[in-house]
């Protein structure tokens, strides 16, 4: 208990929280602090880039002998959380299957950001998590929407058009491409853009937590009726989901830092990649109260308690 009580307090005082804290407070005194369209995307750019060229390095140095495992259960993984997210939207919001179906993409998916926070977490306990996390950040993120949407057309396969959005999303095609540059440069050739991409990742990373702290408070407004069965959906389907993963990332050997790691990528829920692939597939669904609950909700969730307790439960399974 001690244990895990310090891992919340350090992960709380940690600047990425306490920027999104900022943002939230700012929101809430109606202060006009603002970050415009044009600089909210080009961080997020940044970001994903970064941590693609990060991977890809680390990945040409020293792969993992059980890459393939790894790429399997993570896709077994997302069409496991993605159908569970749908179930429990059926059964517990009264979802029909169209709405179950759009939030389940959303809840199968993963959060890229959720994920650069719990790496940051866990390096700033001292830790190490594997760089090959990064390409299951994609292998996560890419079935889980296509089942997400397929459950929400009846059971219907995604055709081409719609496989072709999740594959050429931003997220999508900047980590599969920040992890192709890095691996064809290697370290030698990136070393070119490091005070660019990395020396400059924490302050970048500040700057879009406070941003996203703004959206966040600006998506809770929205919350009226069903707040409370929303509220459960959004933190209790994630900690379900996060505990799995960590015992998930255990098994395949990930170790105590991975899957920490792995059992955040799992708690998390997109709010970049799936809401553009729901809007575009599913029209008629209501996309901005998916939006609400995983951005709203699950995220400032995940970053301020649910990444501490993957961590601590990581650790006791270790113990």
Known sequence: MEAGSSLLVANLLSPVVLAFGLGLLARALRSDLDIPPAIQSYLSIFLLLAI?????????????????????????AGLATAASAYLVARAWLRDVPLQAGAIAAHYGSVSAVTFIAAQQFVERL?????????????ALEIPAILVGI??????????WHQVREVLTGRTAMLLLGGLAIGAIAGKAG??????????????????FMLDMGLVAAGQLRQLGRGFGRLLVYATALPVLHGLAGVAVGHAVGLGTDGATVFGA??????????????????????AGRCITASL?????????????LYAAFSGWLAG
């Open 296 to 308: 709203g909700l699950t995220f400032p969730f995940n970053l301020a308690l649910g990444i501490p």
């Open 52 to 76: 693609g060229l990060k991977g890809g390095v680390a990945l040409r140095q020293d792969p993992p002998d059980n890459l393939w495992l790894l790429l399997v259960v993570t896709v077994l």
């Open 190 to 207: 990136v070393q070119a853009v490091d005070d660019m991409y990395f020396q400059l990742f924490q302050g970048m990373l500040m700057l």
């Open 150 to 159: 397929g459950l929400a057309r009846g059971g219907g396969r995604p055709n």
């Open 265 to 286: 990528m799992l708690a998390s829920a997109s709010y970049i990649a799936a809401p553009a692939s729901v809007r575009a597939s599913l029209p008629e669904a209501d």
């Open 126 to 138: 001292g830790g190490e998590p594997m760089e090959v996390l990064v390409a299951l950040v994609v």
